[in-house]
């Protein structure tokens, strides 16, 4: 006879007690811990919070039953738009990466383009810088490339490296990167192009840094609309940093105003005195 199992108290543990969320891609079942989606994704976190399963008229989430003629269950799947399950499977290998075959993960330039696009929809705000910095080599040996993406998904130093770099190039525009880039664009290029070798064959003494500083000012409003829209994926420590930078700004500004009056009060107070000084002199 088996002895009855004796009732222990147990608690869950703080780290390591996931909750599993399902999501449905493009037919494929994903089952995955929910907790890696919603402390590393806002719009997960909003997502899945608090979805009751009979509220269809709210809940994005789908009935799905069981193929297992055995478990016939009901379970929620949460769909996914806008990415295939290739696309997602990559995602999770960065996500998950003690599931893939190796535990130092190994992404390819595609895949880590895959991470990039992914991160940056669902704002994964530590898995897009981590892309961005693998892919910033590529991006810095392939200009049209990198403002290709830059534009896509908002790395403001990939616009302007990419513009810089074109600017220098020996070779001008072909008419397909032209057509790319949009004409206003390649036509500034030409034109700085040309600067940069009349400079470059006459020695003109124009430093790389001063020229970066001339494409950046040519192209600042599309420049400064990028940089924005980075700022929206910013990390919890960069978000931090920025937030200090704000605080110190706004410290120096009032301070700044405080000194302002100050003078005011001491011009004041001058001119005061020196009126009771001319009174005096009457007498």
């Not at 789908?62 to 997602?88: D, I, K, M, N, Y």
């Not at 810095?140 to 830059?150: G, L, R, T």
């Not at 908002?154 to 810089?164: D, P």
């Not at 700044?256 to 009457?282: H, M, N, P, T």
Request: charged share 30%.
């Amino acid at each position: 006879m088996t002895p009855c199992a004796t009732p222990i108290a147990a608690s869950n543990h703080s780290l390591y007690s996931w909750t599993i969320v399902t999501f449905l891609v493009e037919e494929q079942l994903f089952k995955v811990p929910r907790d890696h989606f919603t402390s590393g994704s806002p719009v997960f976190a909003e997502m899945l919070a608090e979805k009751q399963v009979d509220d269809a008229d709210c809940s994005p989430s789908v009935l799905l039953e069981s193929a297992t003629v055995e478990q016939r269950v009901e379970e929620v799947a949460f769909p996914l738009g806008g990415v295939t399950s290739h696309e997602f499977e990559t995602f999770l290998k960065l996500v998950f990466p003690s599931l893939t075959s190796s535990i130092t993960l190994k992404l390819s330039r595609s895949e880590w383009l895959v991470v990039l696009k992914l991160s940056t929809m669902w704002n994964f705000s530590d898995h897009r810088k981590l892309a961005i910095t693998q892919l910033t080599k590529y991006m810095e040996e392939n200009p049209m490339k990198a403002v290709k993406y830059a534009r896509e998904v908002g790395v403001y130093e990939w616009l302007l490296s990419g513009y810089f770099t074109l600017a220098q190039r020996d070779e001008p525009l072909n008419e397909n990167e032209a057509a790319q880039l949009g004409l206003p664009v390649a036509f500034n290029l030409c034109g700085l192009r040309e600067r940069w070798l009349l400079n470059k064959y006459k020695r003109q003494g124009l430093t790389d840094t001063a020229f970066k500083e001339i494409v950046r000012s040519r192209f600042e409003d599309e420049l400064l609309t990028i940089r924005e829209q980075q700022t929206q994926y910013s990390t919890t420590e960069e978000a931090k940093k920025q937030k200090e930078v704000q605080q110190e700004l706004a410290r120096k500004e009032k301070l700044g105003e405080e000194i302002q009056k100050a003078r005011e009060r001491l011009r004041a107070a001058e001119k005061d005195i020196r009126e009771r000084e001319a009174q005096l002199s009457v007498y």
